[in-house]
């Protein structure tokens, strides 16, 4: 059994920064293409960013790139979102999915709250 697992959340004030971290158990975390998505209140979730099994490459949302950064490390099974230049309209759950398949994720973590103050 798959499980994801994010930590990392919190309140920030605008400009801040946080690192969120994706615990992959159950099964080695190279096998997924890994995602962040996010979901803002009274909205759709939407895509943050992705990464391929080895981190060879890395896609990011328009709204956040340039100020985000995706990384993994397989060794310890965990996914990594860094986010600079927080403003409000980053406020939102926060989650991890994972597929073996880019673009197809069957597994999805339970979130992590993003709020950001002004």
């Known amino acids: 059994q798959v499980q994801l697992v994010e930590s990392g959340g919190g309140l920030v004030q605008t400009g801040g920064s946080l690192r969120l971290s994706c615990a992959v158990n159950?099964?080695?975390?190279?096998?997924?293409?890994m995602a962040w998505f996010r979901q803002a209140p009274g909205r759709e979730r939407t895509f943050v960013s992705a990464?391929?099994?080895?981190?060879?490459?890395?896609y990011y949302a328009d709204a956040v790139r340039g100020r985000s950064t995706v990384s993994r490390d397989n060794e310890k099974n965990t996914i990594y979102l860094q986010m600079d230049s927080l403003t409000p309209e980053d406020t939102a759950v926060y989650y991890c999915?994972?597929?073996?398949?880019?673009?197809?994720?069957?597994?999805w973590g339970q979130g992590t709250q993003v709020t950001v103050s002004s």
């Open positions: 999915a994972a597929g073996v398949d880019p673009g197809e994720y069957e597994y």
């Open positions: 159950g099964r080695a975390s190279r096998d997924f293409h």
């Open positions: 990464i391929s099994w080895t981190a060879t490459h890395t």
